[in-house]
T-cell receptor, first 112, second 108 residues
Framework: EADIYQTPRYLVIGTGKKITLECSQT?????MYWYQQDPGMELHLIHY???????EKGDLSSESTVSRIRTEHFPLTLESARPSHTSQYLC???????????FGQGTRLTVV | AQRVTQPEKLLSVFKGAPVELKCNYS??????LFWYVQYSRQRLQLLLR??SRESIKGFTADLNKGETSFHLKKPFAQEEDSAMYYC??????????FGTGTRLKVLA
């Protein structure tokens, strides 16, 4: 079934650890996005990609990095997690030329 | 500055009452406006967009360029409408700008 998947759904990790949040979509979409959302706040775009080997930083500065080696895969990495990285991370994808975005279930990250 | 403002964090209405979720935007060009909804324990999903001019689940939204608003309305609220609603704007590069969201609670 065509969908967009995020793993893990929940992650509690210690300060200084390296983590990778996974995002995969089986919809054949070229564009993919990462949003960060703190409780009660708006979604902020932190990374986006228009296709393989294309990545751009979003409007909100983030210490995370992303890669797009395959169309369907858009992982986000934090080299050294800090408590300030505690947040919900939402992955989304869309088709070039269309503006509707499809969202994953999100990863709730807690850094202790 | 590009911005989407949803002034109400929480809106409580009784079942059968009219609902209006407010959204105002600031954008220099001609944006596309959307409403996304997130039901409890479900993912964020598109509810409707201004270019479609359609009614989804009884909800409608009209883009008012003069007032830079895109309010979401429903004449008779139902309990299953209880959810988090986000107004969003897509600009020329199709990057979304989201509002802070309004939690709608429909009381029995």
């Amino acid at each position: 079934e065509a969908d967009i998947y995020q793993t893990p759904r929940y992650l509690v990790i210690g300060t200084g650890k390296k983590i990778t949040l996974e995002c995969s979509q089986t919809m054949g979409h070229d564009k993919m996005y990462w949003y960060q959302q703190d409780p009660g706040m708006e979604l902020h775009l932190i990374h986006y990609s228009y296709g393989v080997n294309s990545t751009e930083k979003g409007d909100l500065s983030s210490e995370s990095t992303v890669s797009r080696i395959r169309t369907e895969h858009f992982p986000l990495t934090l080299e050294s997690a800090r408590p300030s990285h505690t947040s919900q991370y939402l992955c989304a994808s869309s088709v070039v030329g269309k503006t509707e975005a499809f969202f994953g279930q999100g990863t709730r990250l807690t850094v202790v | 500055a590009q911005r989407v403002t949803q002034p109400e964090k929480l809106l409580s209405v009784f079942k059968g009452a009219p609902v209006e979720l407010k959204c105002n935007y600031s954008y220099s060009g001609s944006p596309e406006l959307f409403w996304y909804v997130q039901y409890s324990r479900q993912r964020l999903q598109l509810l409707l967009r201004h270019i479609s001019r359609e009614s989804i689940k009884g909800f409608t939204a009209d883009l008012n360029k003069g007032e830079t608003s895109f309010h979401l309305k429903k004449p008779f609220a139902q309990e299953e409408d209880s959810a988090m609603y986000y107004c969003a704007l897509a600009g020329g590069t199709y990057k979304y700008i989201f509002g802070t969201g309004t939690r709608l609670k429909v009381l029995a």
